[in-house]
Antibody, heavy 122, light 108 residues
Framework: EEQLVQSGAEVKKSGESLRISCEAS????????IGWVRQVPGEGLEWMGV????????RYSPSFQGHITISGDKSISTAYLQWNSLKASDTAMYYC???????????????WGRGTQVAVSS | EIVLTQSPGTLSLSPGARATLSCRASQTVSANYLAWYQQKPGQAPRLLIYGASSRATGIPDRFSGSGSGTDFTLTINRLEPEDFAVYYC?????????FGQGTKVEIK
């Protein structure tokens, strides 16, 4: 079964660092980009960025660039989302999702992880 | 940035009814690079439609997508109890891919 397995919930304080993970299971990372999507409690979805682990090609939303780092380790089929200094406003559910490699026609997310809840207290 | 505006915010319907959800883009979405997702409480989103009108694997045929340019529609025929959820559109025409704010389909 194809799955994206995300790491568990986190409780942090403002200013702390954090890295959450997303591991591919049942399919080859080589054929997909992995993206991250934020959902603040009670609100909608926000596209944060994507990475292709084959060559570490990474794209960020301007809304998040400079505050997050998306990375990965292709040897263990795992993508990461990292903060060096969390803010209370980072409290949200974070989903990873995949889209196939290729051109624009394939940039939709066809498989999602279950999400990692991040709570940041001030 | 392409801004997607979904309407209505909430749709109150009875099981068996037809739901019509709208997604309007602030500029043309080339080649219909638009997807629809369903999200139920406590769950991750699920892909329903891509390319504006192609159903994803395993999606029932009561879900259909249409539209082009700046106006897109998701239609759900004969609402089933499991269809009551929040629906999001997403454009993937530009490098900055954006979502609409969502439409909640609730039981009347």
């Amino acid at each position: 079964e194809e799955q994206l397995v995300q790491s568990g919930a986190e409780v942090k304080k403002s200013g702390e660092s954090l890295r959450i993970s997303c591991e591919a299971s049942g399919f080859s990372f080589a054929n997909y980009f992995i993206g991250w999507v934020r959902q603040v409690p009670g609100e909608g979805l926000e596209w944060m960025g994507v990475i292709y682990l084959g060559d570490s090609d990474t794209r960020y939303s301007p809304s998040f660039q400079g505050h997050i780092t998306i990375s990965g380790d292709k040897s263990i089929s795992t993508a990461y989302l990292q903060w060096n200094s969390l803010k209370a406003s980072d409290t949200a559910m974070y989903y990873c999702a995949r889209h196939p490699i290729g051109g624009h026609a394939f940039w939709y997310f066809d498989l999602w992880g279950r999400g990692t809840q991040v709570a940041v207290s001030s | 940035e392409i801004v997607l505006t979904q309407s209505p915010g909430t749709l109150s319907l009875s099981p068996g009814a037809r739901a019509t959800l709208s997604c309007r883009a602030s500029q043309t979405v080339s080649a219909n690079y638009l997807a629809w997702y369903q999200q139920k409480p406590g769950q991750a989103p699920r892909l329903l439609i891509y390319g504006a009108s192609s159903r994803a694997t395993g999606i029932p045929d009561r879900f259909s997508g249409s539209g082009s340019g700046t106006d897109f529609t998701l239609t759900i025929n004969r609402l089933e109890p499991e269809d009551f959820a929040v629906y999001y559109c997403q454009q993937y025409d530009t490098s900055l891919r954006t979502f609409g704010q969502g439409t909640k389909v609730e039981i009347k």
